[in-house]
């Protein structure tokens, strides 16, 4: 499955932001696929960027996701510098029992911390 586009994510701590995942095979399950981890581990050494993820919706080839900052890890300063770009992990759970969802390839990420976004 592949994730389409090049959404802006606001990782600022308590800010949304939406991606929509499109799977081609039509491996999702309407109302039982859902998201269970969004992280980027690949941005900053070391250190792990992490979103609260929330399914919107989904259907048997698109999830719309919301998108919660959790800020920076802890300790990270970037010295008046930007963190410009990401790449995204999802991954996708299916109730025990069901068939396994789909597995998401990484997603190239623009960031913004913008409080009042």
């Given at each position: 499955?592949?994730?389409?586009?090049?959404?802006?994510?606001?990782?600022?701590?308590?800010?949304?932001?939406?991606?929509?995942?499109?799977?081609?095979?039509?491996?999702?399950?309407?109302?039982?696929?859902?998201?269970?981890?969004?992280?980027?581990?690949?941005?900053?050494?070391g250190k792990t960027i992490t979103?609260?993820?929330?399914?919107?919706?989904?259907?048997?080839?698109?999830?719309?996701?919301?998108?919660?900052?959790?800020?920076?890890?802890?300790?990270?300063?970037?010295?008046?510098?930007?963190?410009?770009?990401?790449?995204?992990?999802?991954?996708?759970?299916?109730?025990?029992?069901?068939?396994?969802?789909?597995?998401?390839?990484?997603?190239?990420?623009?960031?913004?911390?913008n409080a009042n976004s």
């Amino acid at each position: 499955m592949s994730a389409i586009g090049g959404p802006s994510i606001n990782y600022h701590k308590g800010k949304s932001s939406h991606i929509v995942l499109v799977d081609p095979s039509s491996s999702m399950l309407p109302n039982i696929t859902d998201v269970s981890s969004v992280v980027d581990t690949v941005s900053i050494k070391g250190k792990t960027i992490t979103f609260t993820a929330t399914r919107l919706s989904v259907t048997a080839v698109k999830m719309k996701i919301q998108l919660q900052g959790q800020g920076l890890p802890a300790g990270v300063k970037l010295n008046g510098s930007t963190l410009d770009a990401g790449n995204l992990t999802i991954t996708l759970s299916n109730p025990s029992g069901s068939p396994s969802p789909p597995k998401v390839d990484n997603m190239p990420v623009d960031y913004v911390d913008n409080a009042n976004s």
